[in-house]
Nanobody
Framework: VQLQASGGGLVQAGGSLRLSCVASEGTFTNYAVGWFRQAPGNEREYVAI????????YYTSSVQGRFTISRDNAKNTVYLQMNSLKPEDTAIYYC??????????????????WGQGTLVTVSS
């Protein structure tokens, strides 16, 4: 499975971006998918996770109410809509697929396929 993340860029505080993650040579069907981010000097942290059937969605507290994760299994694509961006959201954003079907993990080491990352920079 190959994951391709895109949509990052430079935006002013308060602005919006939409990230996309497309799976090729594989599928997201039956797998949870997460967005993670890593800022310089920090560990990679989970941002949002959508379960395999989109029945549940989870957000880290710092993005709750501002970010929205969604999925389109027919397009093998997961999105992250980011609104009201803040400078502290600046990071490389990665999408990843859970290693096991029908499971939701919050541990990044339990995700086996990762996109290459897309840089989001929010200026103040």
């Amino acid at each position: 499975v190959q994951l391709q993340a895109s949509g990052g860029g430079l935006v002013q505080a308060g602005g919006s971006l939409r990230l996309s993650c497309v799976a090729s040579e594989g599928t997201f069907t039956n797998y949870a998918v997460g967005w993670f981010r890593q800022a310089p000097g920090n560990e990679r942290e989970y941002v949002a996770i959508i379960t395999w059937n989109a029945g549940r969605i989870y957000y880290t507290s710092s993005v709750q109410g501002r970010f929205t994760i969604s999925r389109d299994n027919a397009k093998n694509t997961v999105y992250l809509q980011m609104n009201s961006l803040k400078p502290e959201d600046t990071a490389i954003y990665y999408c990843a697929r859970d290693a096991a079907r029908w499971r939701t993990s919050f541990r990044r080491y339990e995700y086996d396929y990762w996109g290459q990352g897309t840089l989001v920079t929010v200026s103040s």
